[in-house]
């Protein structure tokens, strides 16, 4: 496969994951501002805006972040990222099915329409549906091939590196041990495992229960440890079972990292781990850019990665 057909949908699957993320947790902490006793401050909503990518920025008020998370250009936005996905979507019109690709189009220009102020929740909740709606057509329309493997393998590797980071900032932020329960929920819920969780345990929310939940539950679709089991297992299959790549490579190490690991080690230090775990998707970024991507002259990389710098360009 082309360098730049495999870059492209990668980023097709990051970018609809990321819009995914984007809707449902700005969804969810506006749900949570209004369960909450008293009237959210700035620190809430700079919380959210980090727990979304924008690292340094400071917001005053509610209106502040919605705008931002959902139409804003600078940073990771609902609206950014289903163009991204539209764009990437362009570039491999073959490779993709009519309906999938009419379902794209589609919930690009739904996030594109004036006045969505006046309905953010039918906005957030349009653009979940309709990225689970693409998924969908994705599994069941495409050829179960190299092609779909690099959009799975983008999928699982940007939920992952999202799970890690809503688990490490509300342990950091809240500690495992204690916290507010509503604060817990929302972690979950952020990750589309509240009733995943409610199956699981009887018992109350609880931090070190979370953590442990999102980061290493092997059959929670959601968690960490399954997405990264998903991204090797693509990694493989676009390999056909030669000698272990360098993705491959670095993946194991990763997986090493959560097996040496513990929901009690992760409450501890929260941000030794997450530290550990950006260095070595900042490798793995390295290595697929090498593997995969290098001639290609898009960018294989999204806003916010370790390493966001376009790879090298065909002569």
């Known amino acids: 496969m082309l360098s730049s057909a495999a870059t492209s949908l990668s980023l097709f699957g990051r970018q609809l994951e990321r819009a995914d993320f984007l809707a449902r947790v700005l969804?969810?902490?506006?749900?949570?501002?209004?369960?909450?006793?008293?009237?959210?401050?700035?620190a809430f909503w700079t919380g959210l805006m980090r727990l979304a990518g924008w690292v340094g920025s400071d917001v005053e008020?509610?209106?502040q972040a919605v705008e931002l998370l959902v139409a804003a250009s600078a940073g990771?936005?609902?609206?950014?990222?289903?163009?991204?996905?539209?764009?990437?979507?362009?570039?491999?019109?073959?490779s993709l099915p009519s309906e999938l690709y009419e379902q794209v189009n589609s919930l690009y220009w739904r996030v594109e329409e004036p006045g969505w102020e006046r309905d953010v929740y039918g906005l957030l909740s349009g653009v979940e549906l309709g990225v689970h709606l693409i998924e969908g057509?994705?599994?069941?329309?495409?050829?179960?091939d190299e092609a779909r493997e690099f959009v799975r393998l983008g999928k699982y590797l940007e939920r992952m590196q999202n799970t890690v980071?809503?688990?490490t900032r509300k342990t950091a932020e809240?500690?495992?041990?204690?916290?507010d329960p509503l604060e817990w929920t929302a972690a979950l819920k952020s990750n589309f495992a509240f009733e995943s969780y409610r199956l699981r345990f009887s018992a109350e929310v609880t931090g070190r229960q979370v953590v442990g939940f999102l980061l290493f539950d092997s059959d929670l679709?959601?968690?960490a440890r399954f997405c990264l089991g998903e991204a090797l297992d693509s990694v493989r299959r676009i390999d056909h079972r030669r000698r272990q790549s360098r993705p491959e490579k670095v993946l194991a190490r990763i997986a090493g990292l959560f097996d040496d690991s513990s929901p009690e080690s992760v409450a501890r230090d929260p941000d030794e781990f997450q530290a550990e775990f950006r260095r070595l998707t900042a490798e793995l970024t390295l290595a697929l850019r090498a593997t995969y991507f290098q001639p290609s002259q898009v960018t294989a990389t999204l806003p916010g990665d370790p390493t966001a710098r376009v790879p090298q360009q065909q002569q």
């Open 165 to 167: 980071t809503v688990v």
């Open 61 to 63: 008020h509610r209106e």
């Open 174 to 179: 809240l500690g495992a041990e204690g916290g």
């Open 221 to 223: 679709p959601r968690s």
């Open 27 to 42: 969804r969810i902490h506006l749900e949570l501002s209004l369960d909450r006793s008293d009237e959210p401050g700035a």
């Open 137 to 144: 057509l994705t599994e069941n329309t495409m050829f179960h």
């Open 76 to 94: 990771p936005s609902v609206r950014s990222s289903v163009a991204g996905a539209r764009q990437a979507a362009q570039a491999v019109r073959p």
